[in-house]
């Protein structure tokens, strides 16, 4: 099993920053991607932004292209999601997950989920 733990969440003003992180533990040798995905009130979870082992690979939501970078400290077995110029429709639950496949973190199936941790950003 791979546990996931995410931390830094919070209230922000539009156009400010925020840089969340995601910690596994566990069984990390199982994993080879890692995303971020977020769910805002009455709507359905989306896919954000995903990191590849294989080649440092990245991939985006549209939505955050240009705002959002999606990085990776293989030590510390951390993924992070630097989020700028924020909008008060990132607002959401943001839910790190993870799995051995990149594919399937980046379409919305990975088998590893965090508890998720609350962006709020005021107009």
């Known amino acids: 099993q791979v546990q996931l733990v995410e931390s830094g969440g919070g209230l922000v003003q539009a156009g400010g920053s925020l840089r969340l992180s995601c910690a596994a533990s566990g069984r990390t040798f199982s994993i080879y991607a890692m995303g971020w995905f977020r769910q805002a009130p009455g709507k359905e979870r989306e896919f954000v932004a995903a990191?590849?082992?294989?080649?440092?690979?990245?991939y985006y939501a549209d939505s955050v292209k240009g705002r959002f970078t999606i990085s990776r400290d293989a030590a510390r077995n951390t993924v992070y999601l630097q989020m700028n110029s924020l909008k008060p429709e990132d607002t959401a639950v943001y839910y790190c997950?993870?799995?051995?496949?990149?594919?399937?973190?980046?379409?919305?199936?990975?088998?590893?989920w965090g508890q998720g941790t609350q962006i709020t950003v005021s107009s």
């Open positions: 997950a993870a799995d051995r496949d990149r594919g399937t973190v980046v379409g919305g199936t990975p088998r590893y």
């Open positions: 990191f590849s082992w294989s080649g440092g690979s990245t």
